[in-house]
């Protein structure tokens, strides 16, 4: 959100509040890191009330004063009495105006204290009695009207009237709230609150063309993007001078400047968390996973906040995460895996996974387009080996539309991404092999009526995928399948994925953990069923 002010130039603060328990959190040090980095306009307001739910602040942190942590991240950094209104308006209000001239972020420790249970359930039995005697003397509101009377402000009678209003005024909410018949459950009005309603606009290419590969795909619609939004963000590791490990941003800086095209720290969790600021704010972003397996570190902002913003509250979640993905690289564990799965179990995500460079292309200005999260998967082994011709100019395609890349009545065949270039060069290999070949092209919106149809015509299905076999969405597929259309089959439904290990890195491993290799075999026991 403050990223947003800083960039449109607007004289604006963000504060932002969390307790002393929070601090330990790793996106705590995230935050203040960024914000450090970027200069964001921020107040950082810590309640610190000496106990993270039952745990002493002792045994959360080894530093006197949470506001010592400022010091580590270059930052200006106050202890404030929390129990003291005046202080506390007097000097949020002095920053404010000092960080509206000269926008940087501010870490405040409110020393206060808590007097009763974290929640309902707790209680308050772990604390002291003495501090709770010596901090109920400190009680800010009765403290703050002792104050008042004693500068003449506010008399005896008038804080009883005040008083009595006040009651009255929550007694007639307690009223209103109670009056409330209870929240009437609707299947479509629930379904229909996870998604941001978007109305797709097609726009069709020009005639012009030019031979590209997937790469090249991806960033020449990330730059028409950037030409047609012309607030919309970049953000990433190595994404600026560099120009992304891939090169798909390379230029981009030169072109757009670096406000738009912001290289950032390694935290991925605080950059998802800062795109979503950014759409808060108004403000469209693409936020590039170095490599897909990254996004462990980003998870909870992805599958916690950006996914459930708009039904929580009614919010865009104007966010491309750019997921480079795909093993056959030699890359290992750690830069190749295809996690696909996880998202698409996540109500209020978008997945799109292309497999070639002209629905690359289209899908991701369909994507940046989207008020809605896009988990944007991009097989790496694919980026510079699959060519094609590819319209110069931009152009959108739709949202869960599969592609009948070859026709058969034998066997259908679904799959996306690498899987669809393993599937195409089985068949050329192999012409007397009728089949119905489907690229899913998007996993969440799914076309089931183009994979149903399929399947009604040919009576049996093979499902390809990269990831490994449990929990993907070949299992999915096949359940819908077997649900659907289990009249119409002629073999039970066959799904063919890689071995269920980590990906392997020595090459010999690595072909025989995905499943390229395996697929004729099975393809060929599915039709001699």
Same mark, same amino acid.
């Given at each position: 959100?403050?990223?947003?002010?800083?960039?449109?130039?607007?004289?604006?603060?963000?504060?932002?509040?969390? @307790? %002393?328990?929070?601090?330990?959190?790793?996106?705590?040090?995230?935050?203040?890191?960024?914000?450090?980095?970027?200069?964001?306009?921020?107040?950082?307001?810590?309640?610190?009330? @000496?106990?993270?739910?039952?745990?002493?602040?002792?045994?959360?942190?080894?530093?006197?004063?949470?506001?010592?942590?400022?010091?580590?991240?270059?930052?200006?950094?106050?202890?404030?009495?929390?129990?003291?209104?005046?202080?506390?308006?007097?000097?949020?209000?002095?920053?404010?105006?000092?960080?509206?001239?000269?926008?940087?972020?501010?870490?405040?420790? !409110?020393?206060?204290?808590?007097?009763?249970?974290?929640?309902?359930?707790?209680?308050?039995? +772990?604390?002291?009695?003495?501090?709770?005697? %010596?901090?109920?003397?400190?009680?800010?509101?009765?403290?703050?009207?002792?104050?008042?009377?004693?500068?003449?402000?506010?008399?005896?009678?008038?804080?009883?009237?005040?008083?009595? %209003?006040?009651?009255?005024?929550?007694?007639?909410?307690?009223?209103?709230?109670?009056?409330?018949?209870?929240?009437? &459950?609707?299947?479509?009005?629930?379904?229909?609150? $996870?998604?941001?309603?978007?109305?797709?606009?097609?726009?069709?290419?020009?005639?012009?063309?030019?031979?590209?590969?997937?790469?090249?795909?991806?960033?020449?619609?990330?730059?028409?993007?950037?030409?047609?939004?012309?607030?919309?963000?970049?953000?990433?590791?190595?994404?600026?001078?560099?120009?992304?490990? !891939?090169?798909?941003?390379?230029?981009?800086?030169?072109?757009?400047?670096?406000?738009?095209?912001?290289?950032?720290?390694?935290?991925?969790?605080?950059?998802?968390?800062?795109?979503?600021?950014?759409?808060?704010?108004?403000?469209?972003?693409?936020?590039?996973?170095?490599?897909?397996?990254?996004?462990?570190?980003?998870?909870?902002?992805?599958?916690? +906040?950006?996914?459930?913003?708009?039904?929580?509250?009614?919010?865009?979640?104007? $966010?491309?995460?750019?997921?480079?993905?795909?093993?056959?690289?030699?890359?290992?564990?750690?830069?190749?895996?295809?996690?696909?799965?996880? !998202?698409?179990?996540?109500?209020?995500?978008?997945?799109?996974?292309?497999?070639?460079? +002209?629905?690359?292309?289209?899908?991701?200005?369909?994507?940046?387009?989207?008020?809605?999260?896009?988990?944007?998967?991009?097989?790496?082994?694919? &980026?510079?080996?699959?060519?094609?011709?590819?319209?110069?100019?931009? &152009?959108?395609?739709?949202? @869960?539309?599969?592609?009948?890349?070859?026709?058969?009545?034998?066997?259908?065949?679904?799959? &996306?991404?690498?899987?669809?270039?393993?599937?195409?060069?089985?068949?050329?290999?192999?012409?007397?092999?009728?089949?119905?070949?489907?690229?899913?092209?998007?996993?969440?919106?799914?076309?089931?009526?183009?994979?149903?149809?399929?399947?009604?015509?040919?009576?049996?299905?093979?499902?390809?995928?990269?990831?490994?076999?449990?929990?993907?969405?070949?299992?999915?597929?096949?359940?819908?399948?077997?649900?659907?259309?289990?009249?119409?089959?002629?073999?039970?439904?066959?799904?063919?994925?890689?071995?269920?290990?980590?990906?392997?890195?020595?090459?010999?491993?690595?072909?025989?953990?995905?499943?390229?290799?395996?697929?004729?075999?099975?393809?060929?026991?599915?039709?001699?069923?």
């Amino acid at each position: 959100i403050a990223l947003a002010d800083l960039l449109k130039k607007r004289p604006k603060v963000t504060a932002v509040f969390t @307790g %002393e328990g929070a601090t330990s959190e790793g996106d705590f040090h995230e935050a203040l890191n960024v914000a450090a980095v970027w200069d964001l306009p921020v107040l950082f307001c810590v309640e610190n009330n @000496g106990y993270g739910l039952s745990t002493p602040i002792s045994e959360q942190f080894k530093c006197e004063h949470i506001a010592d942590k400022g010091k580590g991240y270059g930052m200006e950094a106050h202890i404030i009495n929390g129990n003291n209104i005046l202080e506390v308006y007097s000097k949020v209000n002095e920053l404010c105006e000092s960080i509206r001239k000269e926008p940087r972020p501010v870490l405040l420790e !409110f020393k206060t204290f808590r007097m009763r249970g974290h929640e309902e359930a707790s209680g308050t039995k +772990y604390v002291p009695k003495r501090l709770l005697e %010596e901090w109920a003397a400190l009680d800010p509101l009765e403290n703050y009207v002792e104050y008042l009377h004693a500068q003449g402000i506010l008399s005896e009678e008038k804080e009883v009237e005040y008083k009595k %209003e006040i009651i009255h005024e929550i007694d007639d909410n307690l009223k209103l709230a109670f009056a409330e018949g209870e929240v009437q &459950y609707s299947e479509s009005k629930e379904l229909n609150d $996870v998604y941001k309603k978007y109305k797709y606009q097609d726009v069709k290419p020009n005639i012009e063309v030019h031979n590209i590969r997937l790469v090249d795909a991806i960033s020449e619609g990330l730059k028409q993007s950037m030409e047609k939004h012309e607030d919309l963000v970049i953000l990433g590791q190595d994404i600026a001078d560099y120009g992304g490990v !891939f090169k798909i941003t390379e230029g981009f800086v030169e072109a757009f400047g670096a406000e738009r095209v912001r290289n950032t720290p390694i935290c991925e969790s605080a950059i998802v968390s800062a795109a979503m600021g950014l759409s808060i704010n108004g403000i469209k972003s693409v936020m590039e996973m170095q490599f897909g397996d990254f996004v462990s570190s980003g998870f909870n902002p992805i599958v916690n +906040y950006l996914a459930k913003v708009h039904y929580r509250w009614n919010e865009n979640a104007d $966010v491309v995460i750019r997921m480079p993905c795909g093993a056959g690289v030699g890359a290992g564990p750690f830069h190749s895996q295809t996690n696909e799965a996880w !998202f698409t179990k996540t109500p209020g995500l978008k997945v799109v996974y292309p497999a070639f460079p +002209y629905d690359a292309k289209g899908l991701l200005a369909t994507a940046i387009n989207d008020p809605n999260p896009i988990m944007f998967f991009e097989h790496k082994a694919l &980026y510079r080996s699959v060519y094609q011709e590819v319209p110069t100019s931009y &152009y959108t395609l739709p949202f @869960g539309k599969a592609n009948l890349l070859k026709e058969g009545d034998e066997v259908s065949i679904v799959t &996306y991404g690498a899987g669809v270039h393993w599937a195409l060069e089985c068949l050329e290999q192999h012409p007397e092999i009728r089949a119905d070949l489907l690229d899913l092209r998007t996993l969440q919106p799914l076309d089931t009526q183009a994979i149903y149809k399929s399947v009604k015509k040919t009576g049996k299905l093979i499902i390809l995928q990269e990831d490994s076999m449990f929990g993907g969405i070949a299992s999915d597929i096949s359940a819908l399948v077997m649900e659907e259309c289990f009249e119409f089959l002629d073999a039970p439904v066959k799904r063919v994925a890689s071995m269920e290990t980590p990906v392997p890195f020595a090459k010999s491993l690595e072909n025989n953990y995905l499943p390229k290799e395996r697929f004729l075999t099975s393809l060929i026991e599915l039709m001699e069923y």
